[in-house]
């Protein structure tokens, strides 16, 4: 067998390789992160053509439920309130029918095998549960600006029943993933050197899937709609999740046996701040029985989190408040990915095995071409999965003003940029504020609940 003919034998079949059940369409290649920083970037601005011809073509890829969370943020955060309400709801059907298929599927063992041989991009996006419970949030918000109460409530209601259901569930996984890295070699100590930096990031929230931001939106909406017991529950569950003053005295005075009416009324402010950090790819040596295998894993960049910052408020021209942190969502990403990270090693190392199988076996039939195909296949493959949601903002922050009925222009100030808005705060209703601080911008908008 010529040399020449081995050549064009081996590029043919890296090229099969390449094309295996369309992996060279199903994000074998594609980089999310570079993909994600032009929706982070236009987050306060209207979409493009480019943009909008992105969602549509990724309408049915495996990333499909991604983009479509994706595209409702960035249309919410434009104002396009009814357009984001029926984007979430596309992407909660492409929820539903992953969470409704079987266990095992061919569809499931299919995409299992082909990441074994390529890496976990391949497969479908499976949304975490706090980016689940903030979409519901967000559709909640979608809403109230449509004016429909009860379409928040019902909204609100499936975040909190994630938020609870999840819990035990949770643990129960937890518990079982400890024991596994216990009875396996476990993440090598370099594996959590590279990661030690996130240590104290994670350490900021509580759990991955539970969040104040969505327990305290509930219980205002539960107040301004005369549920109180709910509401008492939920400021509870959110001091709980974030304890601070400023929640402490929403459940104080929500505790208190009677309250003097007066003749101003509530102005909520909801304010989010930031950007999610992205997820980066790493590589790291891991000793097998193969020797030393190269493997890469998703990370953060510590110095890419930003903690958050107080925004102060003023009304009619006076500063008379200030904002506070309801939840760290940064935090919650960096604490999810490191509570997979025994689960992800373990998938890992896997891949490396088999693809050494793989690269061996080509040596073996086609010699040092074969070697060398394989080499530049595993090589070209082993990569990250850093798909996430990744125009969600780095925390969530609130604050709450009395005042009477009339017109207030709302000022959200940051040190660096101000925000006006004026408001029509009327009698027994409640006026929420919802603000998005991003790109050295800041965007408001507003709309009322009545009892």
């Not at 327990?215 to 529950?233: C, H, I, R, S």
């Not at 402010?269 to 030393?292: D, M, R, Y």
């Not at 027994?428 to 919802?434: C, S």
């Amino acid at each position: 067998m010529s040399s020449i003919f081995v050549q064009r034998k081996v590029s043919l079949l890296i090229m099969s390789c390449l094309s295996l059940s369309g992996v060279a369409h199903a994000g074998l290649f594609d980089n999310y992160t570079n993909t994600a920083q032009s929706f982070r970037a236009s987050l306060t601005q209207p979409l493009n053509t480019s943009t909008q011809e992105l969602f549509q073509k990724k309408a049915k890829s495996n990333d499909a439920a991604l983009y479509l969370l994706e595209k409702a943020r960035l249309e919410q955060a434009n104002q396009q309130y009814e357009a984001s309400k029926q984007t979430f709801e596309n992407a909660f059907a492409l929820l539903d029918e992953q969470n409704n298929k079987a266990t095992i599927s061919a569809s499931k063992l299919g995409f299992k095998a082909l990441s074994l041989v390529s890496n976990d991009s391949v497969t479908p996006y499976k949304i975490p549960e706090y980016e689940q419970v903030l979409a519901h949030v967000y559709q909640a918000i979608n809403y109230l600006a449509l004016n429909n109460t009860e379409g928040a409530a019902v909204e609100m209601r499936v975040a909190q029943r994630i938020q609870r259901e999840i819990e035990t569930a949770h643990s129960k996984e937890a518990e079982k993933a400890a024991a596994k890295a216990q009875d396996s070699s476990a993440a090598p100590a370099d594996y959590d050197e590279a990661l030690a930096g996130l240590n104290t990031i994670a350490g900021k929230v509580k759990n991955t899937y539970q969040n104040a931001y969505a327990f305290y939106m509930a219980a205002t909406l539960w107040e301004a709609l005369g549920e109180k017991n709910d509401a008492l529950v939920d400021y509870k569950k959110a001091y709980e999740l974030q304890p601070n003053d400023f929640i402490k005295n929403d459940v104080k005075r929500m505790d208190a046996a009677s309250a003097k009416a007066n003749a101003q009324y509530p102005v909520v402010i909801f304010l989010e701040q930031g950007l999610v950090p992205q997820k980066i790819s790493s590589t790291l040596a891991v000793p097998t029985t193969n020797g030393l295998v190269n493997v890469s894993f998703a990370s953060y960049d510590p110095a890419t989190y930003v903690a958050p910052s107080q925004v102060d408020v003023a009304v009619n021209g006076k500063t008379v408040a200030n904002t506070a942190v309801l939840s760290d969502i940064g935090a919650l990403a960096v604490k999810t990915l490191k509570e997979n990270i025994a689960a992800n090693l373990t998938t890992q190392i896997a891949r490396s095995t088999a693809k050494y199988a793989v690269q061996k076996e080509l040596g073996n039939r086609l010699g040092v071409f074969g070697q060398l195909a394989g080499n530049v296949y595993n090589t070209a493959t082993e990569k990250a999965d850093v798909r996430a949601w990744n125009t969600l903002p780095s925390n969530a922050q609130v604050t709450r003003l009395s005042l009477p009925a009339g017109s207030h222009t709302i000022e959200l100030k940051n040190g660096y940029v101000t925000q006006s808005i004026n408001i029509e705060v009327k009698p027994n209703q409640t006026t929420f504020i919802r603000g998005i601080e991003t790109n050295q911008q800041i965007i408001a908008d507003s709309f009322s609940i009545a009892k």
